[in-house]
Structures are given as structure tokens and as C-alpha cells.
């Protein structure tokens, strides 16, 4: 996984509460077997329409996606963070993430940031007045910041770390590992085993 | 102070825990499907890892297969090689797999109960959300993503941050044709999509305890459509006879060892929950969705609501999006609206139970002859099970298609979509644009509800008939 700082970027305001993974990346794209070529499905059905934000010239390139409450609900389809990613984004401010949405982002890389609505609504004003307005998004600092305004936003420490050094939660958990083994010596006999198949 | 359900579970398999880092919690099992595990195999091929425990571990394939035809080969192409993927990781990896044609395929969280691997006090994960549903029997269980997927097929373990807990109590009785799958969507209702967000929840009261082991996976099921990834019922009585003669559960001393274990498996009364809500069940109605969100729901005998009588500006917004993409006008009896499509089955009601009620309802009616219906059971052993008593035929007879074992039009993935403004009601989980096929709407209801629709071909209650 790549380090992540900070970032610096433009900006995509979506004006949409309740943004469920169905939406991020419908499930007939969902049969690829690679983490990549997703972008194509990205926000597949709202795509149609040539008013979608994502569709607007103004728009385009933009690497930080601003949305309303409640994002990623539903499905635990981790190729939402994956089509987000392919499509270029690195950033995904809202108000409030589902939860295993916010835990796929953070494993891949693609950083979520929770700032208060009074914020993102401030932030989809600005933008819409000057879509040319660009966020630096910074770890570091724990600061989104845009004309001249900053913003602080909390993350645990945890993640901010893992983040920021670009670490692998497997090579992580691969030095406890004989914690582990230990942990398996004491469980139950009674505990199911998957292998001999019984039917 | 004593400990709540989620929490004893939690501290039984912590692995390591350090101040500043999530806690490092063991898995009991691990179950995988098709589309969520290629890209966590490439990862340990890529690595040079490989699956540690592969006797804690299952894989069957549901979200992407056809539900017809299924002795031919997979029409299409990228399906089949998502499918075929599967069946090389299980055999390169050595992991259990049953495969279309197999006795136990079907979708994996019908699966692991039918074959006893869910037990009380497990953690239990996979890369599917609604693996909430293994709840219902006191295991903590939840949906991951790929990566984590990764993660567990390595190491057998998760570090996760403790979530919260939260206290459902369902009090009372439900009425005649009320039932587990309106519990849920009531509860979602009242705390909305986000309401259970970093808690644990438990469902609780004299309604739950009254309900058998499939409706009670029926309603930790549907935990996620309430920001919840993860709920759970205490075990019992219920729960134990249910597992007993499955084949993988505990035999002889083990059985007894797993029992006395499993009856210290309940919060302790004097445990503090995060927060509490109570639901009157006595109340309860026929529940269904309006809307594009599980929460937007109401009784049946409801009126489709007006935005401008929302006060919140965000659920106001949020339910003009909605009634627009439903084609529906605010005002109109819920009663009324004409349905395409009827969808019974997924791993919310698609187990025997559902089907034997729904079966009841249509017995020896005629299908609305403006309406399909879809019947899917939920596992190829569900359908034998179903056949064996006459049910396929109930069901053929009415006028539904009788399908094979898959996830089909819950999700549409496979062929079995709706399409463009075409309107159902559905046993399923999730009401999202587009969830059911491109265009499609969706109103998720109960299976009583799904079979008296068939009949009438608008939103119905058995009791309308």
C-alpha cells in the first residue's frame, strides 16, 4: 500500500445522502476477478444521466469526492473502494461512513475523512461557486484545508499511522503470530471443523 | 458490572490487545462465495501465503449463478470464470467447496446453519455482508471486505476495534400474519440506515424468544440495513434443539461441553448497553418499503408519505429522490400500488419456513395473471427439502417459476433482473435503486405478504384475501 500524507486536489460535490455501494459500483460489474477496471462501473446507473455531477465538464479530474450522510451503506463489496480508486479518487469526505465501507477504504488506501455536515455542505458551497477550488486533505495535521480555511477532523491514531507509513495488516499480524498459534493450542475441542466434510 | 452478550464473545477470542491498536480477535469460521474472494487468493498467491487454517474454512457459490439450467455450462462467459475462479482457489488452497450440483451449494449464510458450523459463542466471518444472519444463533458474526478476506484466509484472525453495543427489546405478541421479517423492518424504520453505525446489536424480549431459529436469522439478518454490521440473539432452548442432529454439530462429550458453554452464552443482567430502544410487538404490522433505503417503511396499511411532512431536510430530500425513482405520488394508499414482479427467497426468506408460509397462502389459488413470480430456496438442500413436501408444486401451480439454489434477484447479479420500471415486491434485504436490475423497484416485504400480492397483484396482506 502507498504511503499516504497528504493530498491536494479538486473536487467532486455529491448532493446525495444514503450513497449505498449498489450505487457506488452496481453489482452486474461486480464479476471481474482484479482489483482494477472498475472506473467503467463507478456510479454505473447515475452515469446515464448527462446532468450527474460526474458527467460535468467542470468537474472532471477531480481526486477528493464530497458526499452527504451516510456513505457506503449496505453491500461489503470492497470493489466500491476499488472503482473509486480506478476512477481516481483518493479522498472520500462525508458526514457519516458506514462501517465496513470505512474499514475497506482504510485497508486499501483510499482515505475517508468525517467532517461535520456544516462543513460539507460549506465545502459543496465553495465548490459549486468555484469548481476550480482545490482541498488538501493532510494526515499529517489532521486538516482539510481549502481558501484559507482549515478544518481539523479526528482519526484514531491507529489508522492514521498505518496510513501515513503505507503498512500491510497482514505483515502486521504476521508478528503476532505465535500469538496466534498459542491462542489456537487453548480453543474448544467441541468447536466445528469445516474438514472432514459431514453432510 | 457484568458483561453483555457481544462483549463476552469479544474477550473469549481476543488473540492480543494493546493500548492504541485494535484488538486482535481469533476466527472460528470463515465462509466464502464467489465474488468477494478472487482478489484475496491473488493476494496470498502474490505473497507466497498460504490458507492457514482450511478446516476453518468453506466456500460455496450463490451471488453469481444462473438459477436455471444449472447442469450446463455457466452462459456467461465473465460469470463463468469469476465461478471457475473459485473452484481453482478452493482446490489449489485446499478449501471445502460445494459447487452448483452439490447437495449443500446455496447461498453460504443458508449453508453454514443447515450444516451446523454456525454454533452459539463463534466468530464468524465472510466477505457478505448479511453474515449478520449467523447471529440468530448468539455467534458474532459480520461482513467484510476483500481485503480483510485476505487478512483471515492468512492469519485466521481480524484486528478490529470493539464496537459499541445496543439493546433491541421486543416486548409482547405478534399478531396472526405479523412476523420476524416486519419485526426488522420496523426496527430499521424507527433508528434509520446509519442507527445502528459501530454497534453490536442484540435483539431481545419476550417476541424474539418466541420466534423459531429461521425467523430469528430473518431479523439479525437484516442488522446491516441498520448500520449494524453485526446482531445477535442470546441462545436457547430453540437454539439448541435446532442444532442438535445437524451434521456438524458437537457429538456425545463434546455436545455437552458445547451446551454448558453455550448456556453461559446471555448478557448478564446487570450489563450496561450503549444504548437501549424498546419495540411494542403487540403493534406491529405487515411492514413494507416506500421507498429507496430500507428505512423509508411503513404498516401496510399506510398512505405512500409526503417529503413536505418530513421535518429533517436530509430524509425530506432523500424521500423526493425516492418517490421519484418509485414512479409514486405521496398520498396514495400503499394498498394500491400494482406490482410486476414477485421475488421469494434470499438468505432473509429463502429458507423452508418461508417457503412453507408463503405455499400456505397460494395453496390451491391462481396467480394474478398480470404478475411473474420468482421462487428461489435459498440452498439446493432447502429445494429438497421443499419438493419433498409438495411444495414445488404448490408453487408451479399457482403460476411461479421454481428455480434452483442462488442469490438470483436479490442482488441481480445473475440473469434474474428487473428491468427498467419494472416494480416488486420482494423477501429480500435491500430496496436500492437499481438493486433488483437497472430501473427496477423494489418493495421488500414478508413472505406472507410476497404470496397474498401474487394473488392480487397489489401490495396485500393474507388478511386482505
Known amino acids: 500500500m502507498d504511503k499516504y500524507i497528504s493530498h491536494t486536489g479538486s473536487v467532486l460535490p455529491l448532493r446525495r445522502s444514503n450513497v449505498d455501494t449498489d450505487q457506488i459500483i452496481p453489482a452486474v460489474y461486480l464479476k471481474r476477478v482484479t482489483k482494477s477496471?472498475?472506473?467503467?462501473?463507478?456510479?454505473?446507473?447515475?452515469?446515464?444521466?448527462?446532468?450527474?455531477?460526474?458527467?460535468?465538464?467542470?468537474?472532471?479530474?477531480?481526486?477528493?469526492?464530497v458526499a452527504g450522510v451516510d456513505f457506503g451503506t449496505g453491500s461489503s463489496r470492497e470493489h466500491a473502494v476499488w472503482a473509486l480508486q480506478n476512477y481516481g479518487f483518493k479522498v472520500v469526505i462525508s458526514s457519516r461512513f458506514a462501517d465496513i465501507f470505512r474499514g475497506n477504504s482504510q485497508k486499501a488506501g483510499l482515505l475517508t475523512v468525517v467532517l461535520p455536515q456544516g462543513e460539507v455542505e460549506a465545502i459543496w458551497s465553495a465548490i459549486e461557486s468555484d469548481p476550480k477550488t482545490e482541498l488538501t486533505v493532510d494526515l499529517e495535521s489532521k486538516t482539510v484545508s481549502y481558501s484559507g480555511k482549515s478544518i481539523y477532523f479526528e482519526i484514531d491514531d491507529y489508522t492514521r499511522w498505518r496510513l501515513m507509513e503505507g503498512l500491510d495488516d497482514i505483515g502486521l499480524t504476521m508478528k503476532k503470530i505465535d500469538e496466534v498459534s498459542a491462542f489456537e493450542a487453548k480453543r474448544a475441542a467441541f468447536k466445528p471443523k469445516t474438514i472432514p466434510a459431514l453432510s | 458490572m457484568g458483561n453483555t452478550l457481544a462483549q463476552k464473545i469479544w474477550a473469549d477470542h481476543i488473540v492480543s490487545s494493546n493500548p492504541g491498536e485494535p484488538d486482535l480477535l481469533y476466527i472460528d469460521l470463515h465462509l466464502?462465495?464467489?465474488?468477494?474472494?478472487?482478489?484475496?487468493?491473488?493476494?496470498?498467491?502474490?505473497?507466497?501465503?498460504?490458507?492457514?487454517?482450511?478446516?476453518?474454512?468453506?466456500?460455496?457459490?450463490?451471488?453469481?449463478?444462473?438459477?436455471?439450467?444449472?447442469?450446463?455450462?455457466?452462459?456467461?462467459?465473465?460469470?463463468?470464470?469469476?465461478?471457475?475462479?473459485?473452484?481453482?482457489?478452493?482446490?489449489?488452497?485446499?478449501?471445502?467447496?460445494?459447487?452448483?450440483?452439490?447437495?449443500?451449494?446455496?447461498i453460504v449464510h443458508?449453508?453454514?446453519?443447515?450444516?451446523?458450523?454456525?454454533?452459539?459463542?463463534?466468530?464468524?466471518?465472510?466477505?457478505?455482508?448479511?453474515?449478520?444472519?449467523?447471529g440468530a444463533f448468539g455467534a458474532l458474526a459480520f461482513g467484510i471486505g476483500t481485503s480483510e478476506v485476505e487478512h483471515v484466509l492468512a492469519t485466521q484472525t481480524l484486528p478490529l476495534v470493539r464496537p459499541k453495543t445496543m439493546a433491541i427489546n421486543v416486548e409482547g405478541k405478534l399478531k396472526p400474519g405479523v412476523t420476524s421479517k416486519d419485526i426488522i423492518l420496523a426496527i430499521i424504520a424507527k433508528i434509520g440506515t446509519g442507527g445502528g453505525q459501530g454497534y453490536v446489536l442484540e435483539y431481545r424480549g419476550s417476541a424474539i424468544q418466541a420466534l423459531s431459529m429461521e425467523s430469528r436469522m430473518t431479523v439479525c439478518n437484516m442488522s446491516i440495513e441498520a448500520g449494524a454490521r453485526a446482531g445477535l440473539i442470546a441462545p436457547d432452548e430453540v437454539t439448541f434443539e435446532y442444532l442438535k442432529e445437524k451434521p456438524h454439530a458437537p457429538k456425545g462429550a463434546d455436545w455437552e461441553a458445547a451446551i454448558a458453554y453455550w448456556k453461559t452464552l446471555k448478557s448478564d443482567a446487570d450489563a450496561k448497553f450503549d444504548k437501549e430502544i424498546t419495540i411494542n410487538a403487540d403493534e406491529l404490522e405487515p411492514f413494507v418499503t416506500w421507498g429507496t433505503n430500507p428505512g423509508q417503511g411503513l404498516p401496510l396499511n399506510a398512505k405512500v408519505p409526503?417529503?413536505?411532512?418530513?421535518?429533517?431536510?436530509?430524509?425530506?430530500?432523500?424521500?423526493?429522490?425516492?418517490?421519484?425513482?418509485?414512479?409514486?405520488t405521496a398520498g396514495t394508499p400503499l394498498k394500491e400500488i400494482t406490482v410486476d414482479t414477485i421475488f421469494l427467497g434470499?438468505?432473509?426468506?429463502?429458507?423452508?419456513?418461508?417457503?412453507?408460509?408463503?405455499?400456505?397462502?397460494i395453496k390451491g389459488k391462481k396467480k394474478n395473471e398480470k404478475v411473474r413470480m420468482l421462487v428461489v430456496p435459498g440452498s439446493a438442500r432447502v429445494r429438497l427439502q421443499a419438493e419433498?413436501?409438495?411444495?414445488?408444486?404448490?408453487?408451479?401451480?399457482?403460476?411461479?417459476?421454481?428455480?434452483?439454489?442462488?442469490?438470483?434477484?436479490?442482488?441481480?447479479?445473475?440473469?434474474?433482473?428487473?428491468?427498467?420500471?419494472?416494480?416488486?415486491?420482494?423477501?429480500?434485504?435491500?430496496?436500492?435503486?437499481?438493486?433488483?436490475?437497472?430501473?427496477?423497484?423494489?418493495?421488500?416485504?414478508?413472505p406472507l405478504v410476497a404470496a397474498a400480492t401474487a394473488i392480487r397483484g397489489t401490495l396485500s396482506s393474507p388478511a386482505d384475501l
Not at chain 2, 466468530?123 to 457478505?128: E, K
Open chain 2, 110 to 134: 443458508v449453508v453454514g446453519p443447515q450444516l451446523g458450523i454456525t454454533q452459539p459463542g463463534m466468530t464468524i466471518v465472510c466477505g457478505d455482508s448479511h453474515t449478520s444472519t449467523h
Open chain 2, 388 to 446: 419433498a413436501e409438495g411444495l414445488d408444486k404448490v408453487f408451479i401451480d399457482f403460476g411461479a417459476e421454481w428455480r434452483t439454489a442462488g442469490c438470483s434477484m436479490c442482488l441481480g447479479m445473475n440473469p434474474d433482473q428487473l428491468t427498467v420500471g419494472e416494480r416488486a415486491a420482494s423477501t429480500s434485504n435491500r430496496n436500492f435503486e437499481g438493486r433488483q436490475g437497472k430501473g427496477g423497484r423494489t418493495h421488500l416485504v414478508s
Open chain 2, 32 to 106: 466464502i462465495h464467489e465474488v468477494t474472494s478472487p482478489q484475496a487468493f491473488d493476494g496470498l498467491r502474490l505473497a507466497n501465503r498460504k490458507v492457514r487454517r482450511p478446516d476453518l474454512t468453506i466456500a460455496t457459490e450463490d451471488h453469481n449463478v444462473p438459477t436455471l439450467n444449472i447442469d450446463k455450462p455457466i452462459a456467461d462467459p465473465v460469470s463463468k470464470l469469476q465461478v471457475d475462479t473459485l473452484r481453482k482457489n478452493a482446490a489449489e488452497f485446499g478449501v471445502r467447496i460445494h459447487s452448483l450440483g452439490d447437495i449443500d451449494q446455496g
Open chain 2, 346 to 361: 434470499s438468505c432473509t426468506n429463502g429458507r423452508i419456513e418461508d417457503l412453507r408460509a408463503a405455499a400456505d397462502v
Open chain 2, 306 to 328: 409526503n417529503p413536505a411532512d418530513i421535518a429533517d431536510v436530509e430524509e425530506r430530500g432523500a424521500a423526493e429522490r425516492a418517490l421519484t425513482y418509485m414512479g409514486l
Open chain 1, 37 to 65: 477496471g472498475f472506473e467503467d462501473g463507478l456510479f454505473g446507473a447515475w452515469r446515464n444521466d448527462p446532468e450527474f455531477v460526474l458527467n460535468k465538464p467542470e468537474f472532471s479530474g477531480a481526486t477528493i469526492l
